[in-house]
T-cell receptor, first 114, second 114 residues
Framework: KAGVTQTPRYLIKTRGQQVTLSCSPI?????VSWYQQTPGQGLQFLFE???????NKGNFPGRFSGRQFSNSRSEMNVSTLELGDSALYLC?????????????FGPGTRLTVT | AQSVAQPEDQVNVAEGNPLTVKCTYS??????LFWYVQYPNRGLQFLLK??????LVKGSYGFEAEFNKSQTSFHLKKPSALVSDSALYFC????????????FGTGTRLTVIP
């Protein structure tokens, strides 16, 4: 079974621009969560989508948004980029309903804001 | 609120020696605990989890963890360290009974010295 894939792997943007990151979960997984990883703040939860609905949200400003499509693929968008948004953005998928509670992570998208 | 603490930023161990990476937790309700490992420029890989049952949990790559309710700890262990075990290790707790997202510790960098 193919793992979680994220595109692009690397991205360089300028302050004020917006960016869209994509995540394809493991086949059959309907939950997709997004995390931000930075040296200063560590791993922080952004939001989770399940069946095209946002189920849970972390403590991030409204510039961070996401969506999920009917095939469970998810995108996250960051508008009006700031230097502090430079981070590794990780997507994780999980199968809801089997009580395993495991999340499977993709390789991440490294975003650099200049 | 759920939280986990990894008191050591860095752990060094000689190859062949046993290793321990420490984690303590604070949760309301039953703890759902996880260990993940991250290699450079990679996403997180699941190692093991404690949901219920035996306090000693065995996971991938020869790792195990001991759940200790009285000490609220979930230390990661391996009897004999390999150089290839050098990586960043994260302890995580499920963020609430109805949530699917994880709350991560700050991470411990393990270096296995040949």
């Amino acid at each position: 079974k193919a793992g979680v894939t994220q595109t692009p792997r690397y991205l360089i943007k300028t302050r004020g621009q917006q960016v869209t990151l994509s995540c394809s979960p493991i086949s059959g997984h309907r939950s997709v969560s997004w995390y931000q990883q930075t040296p200063g703040q560590g791993l922080q939860f952004l939001f989770e989508y399940f069946s095209e609905t946002q189920r849970n949200k972390g403590n991030f400003p409204g510039r961070f948004s996401g969506r999920q499509f009917s095939n469970s693929r998810s995108e996250m968008n960051v508008s009006t980029l700031e230097l502090g948004d430079s981070a590794l953005y990780l997507c994780a998928s999980s199968f809801i309903g089997d009580s395993s509670y495991e999340q499977y992570f993709g390789p991440g998208t490294r975003l650099t804001v200049t | 609120a759920q939280s986990v603490a990894q008191p050591e930023d860095q752990v060094n161990v000689a190859e062949g020696n046993p290793l321990t990476v420490k984690c303590t937790y604070s949760v309301s309700g039953n703890p759902y605990l996880f260990w993940y490992v991250q290699y450079p420029n990679r996403g997180l890989q699941f190692l093991l989890k404690y949901i219920t049952g035996d306090n000693l949990v065995k996971g991938s790559y020869g790792f195990e963890a001991e759940f200790n309710k009285s000490q609220t700890s979930f230390h990661l262990k391996k009897p004999s360290a390999l150089v290839s075990d050098s990586a960043l290790y994260f302890c995580a707790v499920r963020d609430g009974a109805g949530a699917n997202n994880l709350f991560f510790g700050t991470g411990t960098r393990l270096t296995v010295i040949p």
